[in-house]
């Protein structure tokens, strides 16, 4: 052949290469000798689980609820019966003389190293609102052991005749206790509000009429000693200050005390004993002048 050879390094060609050129057939060739033939076959199936028993799926979530339960009922059991939660300090606050601390202490005594988790607040308060001094208890547990007690004392305001005694009363009207003796009725130096039949809201009532003399007249306000309550409206006021009741109209006893003020020279000049001044009237004074009998009794004794 004609032509020019270029000399040079043949460039390498792989084992699969020789071996499908010197067969003569590149694309047919067969595995040369040394070469590494690849499995490419479809692999089995895979190994198959074992299946769980179905008691044993129901163990996990059974023992779950189960630990929701018990723990707090064993919780519960054990702060229901331990010696931790009971009832070891009562802490008083609102006691007066009339309810002192020792008397809220004693009263809740048979309580004391009882639970206080189990303890009835209810029956707890009946039992010291069955003291005629208090009015209102609130009690609130501190645990583990101490029970909060808060009082509050109904005020007397009035002294209420009942019969051949007499009560003390709050606001409005109850009865609280009966006095002791008239003596401590003095002491306690408390208005006598007597009622010629049931007014509702009495006692308030005559406390504002009270209330209206002061205003205008004190002295004769702080010598009152009794009020007699005729009708929602209507009072009788009985004065240290004055030697005869004067009734009354609520809302007009400023004005009316005035004018009496004014007439009460003239009055003791011509009426030697006075039974009562009326001063429910808007244009005049009524005053009931005493029996002769009474009025020469008054005399004799002057003179004498």
């Known amino acids: 052949m004609s032509g020019s050879v270029v000399r040079g390094p043949m460039p390498q060609m792989s084992g699969m290469g020789l071996s499908a050129l010197s067969s003569g057939s590149i694309g047919t060739a067969g595995p ?39 723990v707090p009922l064993g919780l519960a059991a054990w702060v229901l019966t331990s010696r931790r939660f009971q009832l ?32 009835s607040l209810p029956e707890a308060a009946a039992l010291l609102e069955s003291n005629p001094w208090i009015d209102r208890v609130e009690l609130q547990k501190e645990l583990p052991g101490r029970l909060h007690v808060a009082l509050t004392e109904r005020r007397p305001v009035a002294l209420l005749r009942d019969g051949d005694r007499l009560v003390y009363a709050d606001t409005d009207g109850r009865s609280i206790v009966p006095v002791g003796s008239s ?28 209330g209206e003399l002061g205003r205008v007249r004190p002295d004769w306000a702080a010598a009152l000693r009794q009020i007699e309550v005729l009708g929602e409206e209507d009072f009788r006021l009985h004065t240290e200050a004055l030697p005869f009741p004067v009734l009354v109209t609520r809302g ?15 009055l003791e000049r011509r009426y030697p004993v006075i039974d009562s ?23 004799a004794g002057a003179q004498t």
């Open 32 to 70: 040369a000798s040394g070469a590494r033939v690849l499995d490419f076959r479809r692999g089995g199936a895979p190994p198959r689980r074992r299946r769980r028993h179905p008691l044993l799926l129901l163990l996990r979530p059974l023992a779950a609820a189960l630990l929701v339960v018990l």
């Open 252 to 266: 007009q006893v400023g004005s009316k005390a005035r004018r009496l003020e004014e007439l009460l020279p003239e």
């Open 183 to 210: 003596d401590e009725a003095r002491r306690a130096g408390l208005l006598e509000v007597l009622f010629a039949h049931p007014v509702s809201g009495g006692v308030a009532s005559a406390l504002a009429v009270a």
């Open 88 to 119: 070891q300090e009562v802490l008083v606050e609102g006691g007066t003389l009339r309810v002192p601390p020792d008397w809220v202490r004693g009263a809740l005594a048979p309580y004391r190293g009882r639970n206080l988790v189990r303890l």
């Open 277 to 299: 001044v009326d001063l429910r009237f808007s244009r005049r004074i009524v005053v009931q002048p005493g029996v002769p009998v009474r009025a020469e009794a008054v005399r």
